[in-house]
């Protein structure tokens, strides 16, 4: 058990320019100008906290001055005292947090969570905190992740912003630290090593080296944390402005070889002649291209959690498959099959949603197919047969086969890119003589049964799949050449 260690350095003064603008960005937010008379009517303090603040400080250059996002809030007020303040205003309550002082509302449409200042201990062994109610704002902000967010602007009419440990400072500074030490904090909640990650993605911030060194030290500790948490935090770093950088990271400290082993196996020794890419590097550099492409697409609206799982582990496969051919060569044959497999099981491990593990391992089996495309040698059947395959994934599909040219070789670039120009064009082309993303038989399942003089069963099912593979090596038909076509399969059969 342990309680977090006092400031380790005195923070500046707060400047009154910083205090303006906090004190109008919170007073352009009705709710918590209204929520602040009222607790404080009531005799209690309450303060906007944590991530709502620093996000706060972040916007105050941009065009929007309220605080994004839900609203999280701390208070001297218990929590059956807040529900009582809540009560008759707001237009809904929660209390399934109520166990760790926290009551969460939805008022005029906002969402805040108001929780009562704490002052916890840990048991480190099963990282559940022994609840204990503080009296004392900043022994609140000690147990809070990282200076940053440990943060708070009071909700009274003076709006004083408190901020103990330097977060402002290492905000501006672009520094990640802890308000205490990092190998306390660390173990008093591991998930907070992922933070840390995924604060380099979300926020451009770099954490500084006492904080590297516990996260190296101590990522093992990773192991006591929930599947399901782990995913969140990861996909949240995936979807944030630099994921590369903070990928790099949670490799080097090793919480990958806890979380995500397979990407810490793609830093493969590279062969003395150099035959095989840095497969590691290649993959972040397939990342950082693919989301090039994503945020230049206007169809995508947001972070494509989808096509960067793929990007960052479309390669998973090869150090299972690597082997050394004659001349000094390296080969991966099949890896997009092995890669396939491993990215399912990984996946799934981390409690993923089906739909994503299967969308993820569908465009990892897909990757390789286009370099069989040559210089244009696919029939129109081929071209069917990849925009069949790929179905409604084929728009990440083109992103994730063009990311993965890292070629340094510009002729070599231009080539591959003029080619996969070629195969767009062929499947627009024949998008606009036929249905590419329906391709169904030419005849439906009663036509079959009626034209075989057959019931419903398993040779209804044959016949569909062969008028299929018709159909995608011929493309449409007449429905009488179909018929003949199915007539003459049905006779071979016999």
Same mark, same amino acid.
């Given at each position: 058990?342990?309680?977090?260690?006092?400031?380790?350095?005195?923070?500046?003064?707060?400047?009154?320019?910083?205090?303006?603008?906090?004190?109008?960005?919170?007073?352009?937010?009705?709710?918590?100008?209204?929520?602040?008379?009222?607790?404080?009517?009531?005799?209690?303090?309450?303060?906007?906290?944590?991530?709502?603040?620093?996000?706060?400080?972040?916007?105050?250059?941009?065009?929007?001055?309220?605080?994004?996002?839900?609203?999280?809030?701390?208070?001297?007020?218990?929590?059956?005292?807040?529900?009582?303040?809540?009560?008759?205003?707001?237009?809904?309550?929660?209390?399934?947090?109520?166990?760790?002082?926290?009551?969460?509302?939805?008022?005029?449409?906002?969402?805040?969570?108001?929780?009562?200042?704490?002052?916890?201990?840990?048991?480190?062994?099963?990282?559940?905190?022994?609840?204990?109610?503080?009296?004392?704002?900043?022994?609140?902000?000690?147990?809070?992740?990282?200076?940053?967010?440990?943060?708070?602007?009071?909700?009274?009419?003076?709006?004083?912003?408190?901020?103990?440990?330097?977060?402002?400072?290492?905000?501006?500074?672009?520094?990640?630290?802890?308000?205490?030490?990092?190998?306390?904090?660390?173990?008093?909640?591991?998930?907070?090593?992922?933070?840390?990650?995924?604060?380099?993605?979300?926020?451009?911030?770099?954490?500084?080296?006492?904080?590297?060194?516990?996260?190296?030290?101590?990522?093992?500790?990773?192991?006591?944390?929930?599947?399901?948490?782990?995913?969140?935090?990861?996909?949240?770093?995936?979807?944030?402005?630099?994921?590369?950088?903070?990928?790099?990271?949670?490799?080097?400290?090793?919480?990958?070889?806890?979380?995500?082993?397979?990407?810490?196996?793609?830093?493969?020794?590279?062969?003395?002649?150099?035959?095989?890419?840095?497969?590691?590097?290649?993959?972040?550099?397939?990342?950082?291209? *693919?989301?090039?492409? =994503?945020?230049? #697409?206007? %169809?995508?609206?947001? &972070? /494509? !959690?989808?096509?960067?799982?793929?990007?960052? $582990?479309?390669?998973?496969?090869?150090?299972?498959?690597?082997?050394?051919?004659?001349?000094?060569?390296?080969?991966?044959?099949?890896?997009?099959?092995?890669?396939?497999?491993?990215?399912?099981?990984?996946?799934?491990?981390?409690?993923?949603?089906?739909?994503?593990?299967?969308?993820?391992?569908?465009?990892?089996?897909?990757?390789?197919?286009?370099?069989?495309?040559?210089?244009?040698?696919?029939?129109?059947?081929?071209?069917?047969?990849?925009?069949?395959?790929?179905?409604?994934?084929?728009?990440?599909?083109?992103?994730?086969?063009?990311?993965?040219?890292?070629?340094?070789?510009?002729?070599?670039?231009?080539?591959?890119?003029?080619?996969?120009?070629?195969?767009?064009?062929?499947? *627009?082309?024949?998008? =606009?003589?036929? #249905?590419? %993303?329906?391709?169904? &038989? /030419? !005849?439906?399942?009663?036509?079959?049964?009626? $034209?075989?003089?057959?019931?419903?069963?398993?040779?209804?099912?044959?016949?569909?799949?062969?008028?299929?593979?018709?159909?995608?090596?011929?493309?449409?038909?007449?429905?009488?050449?179909?018929?003949?076509?199915?007539?003459?399969?049905?006779?071979?059969?016999?």
């Amino acid at each position: 058990m342990s309680a977090q260690p006092p400031p380790r350095r005195p923070s500046e003064p707060v400047p009154p320019a910083v205090q303006e603008t906090v004190r109008a960005l919170v007073d352009v937010e009705p709710v918590l100008v209204e929520l602040g008379r009222r607790f404080v009517a009531a005799g209690f303090e309450v303060h906007l906290v944590g991530g709502s603040v620093r996000d706060a400080l972040l916007a105050a250059g941009s065009s929007s001055a309220a605080p994004p996002g839900d609203l999280d809030l701390t208070t001297s007020a218990h929590p059956e005292q807040t529900l009582q303040l809540l009560r008759g205003w707001a237009g809904s309550t929660w209390n399934a947090g109520i166990a760790f002082g926290t009551v969460g509302a939805e008022i005029r449409g906002q969402r805040v969570e108001i929780t009562t200042f704490r002052a916890d201990r840990y048991d480190r062994e099963s990282r559940n905190p022994e609840v204990a109610w503080g009296t004392s704002l900043v022994d609140d902000l000690a147990r809070r992740d990282f200076t940053v967010n440990a943060m708070a602007v009071s909700l009274g009419s003076d709006r004083t912003v408190t901020d103990p440990f330097g977060g402002l400072g290492d905000l501006l500074a672009g520094r990640l630290r802890t308000p205490g030490a990092a190998a306390d904090s660390f173990a008093d909640d591991p998930l907070r090593m992922l933070r840390a990650v995924r604060f380099v993605a979300q926020l451009g911030l770099t954490p500084d080296d006492e904080v590297v060194r516990a996260m190296t030290d101590m990522h093992q500790e990773l192991g006591r944390i929930t599947a399901e948490r782990v995913q969140h935090e990861l996909s949240r770093t995936l979807r944030g402005d630099a994921p590369a950088a903070a990928l790099d990271l949670l490799v080097s400290t090793g919480l990958a070889d806890v979380v995500l082993p397979e990407l810490s196996a793609l830093r493969m020794e590279i062969d003395e002649h150099h035959q095989h890419k840095d497969v590691y590097a290649h993959s972040l550099t397939v990342l950082d291209q *693919a989301i090039a492409l =994503e945020k230049a #697409d206007p %169809a995508v609206e947001g &972070p /494509d !959690l989808v096509l960067r799982l793929a990007a960052l $582990l479309h390669d998973i496969g090869k150090p299972a498959t690597r082997r050394h051919e004659a001349g000094g060569r390296v080969s991966f044959h099949h890896h997009e099959v092995v890669g396939a497999k491993l990215v399912r099981k990984r996946l799934l491990a981390l409690k993923y949603p089906k739909d994503v593990v299967e969308a993820v391992s569908r465009l990892t089996f897909l990757h390789l197919r286009f370099h069989g495309y040559g210089r244009g040698e696919w029939t129109d059947s081929a071209v069917r047969r990849y925009v069949t395959d790929a179905g409604d994934l084929l728009p990440r599909l083109h992103k994730l086969v063009r990311s993965d040219c890292t070629t340094r070789n510009r002729r070599r670039a231009a080539a591959l890119s003029a080619t996969y120009d070629s195969l767009e064009a062929r499947i *627009a082309e024949l998008a =606009e003589q036929e #249905d590419l %993303a329906r391709v169904r &038989p /030419d !005849l439906d399942g009663n036509r079959i049964m009626e $034209l075989l003089g057959i019931q419903p069963g398993p040779d209804v099912g044959q016949a569909w799949r062969f008028l299929k593979e018709l159909r995608l090596e011929r493309g449409p038909l007449d429905p009488a050449d179909a018929e003949a076509e199915l007539l003459s399969w049905w006779r071979s059969r016999s």
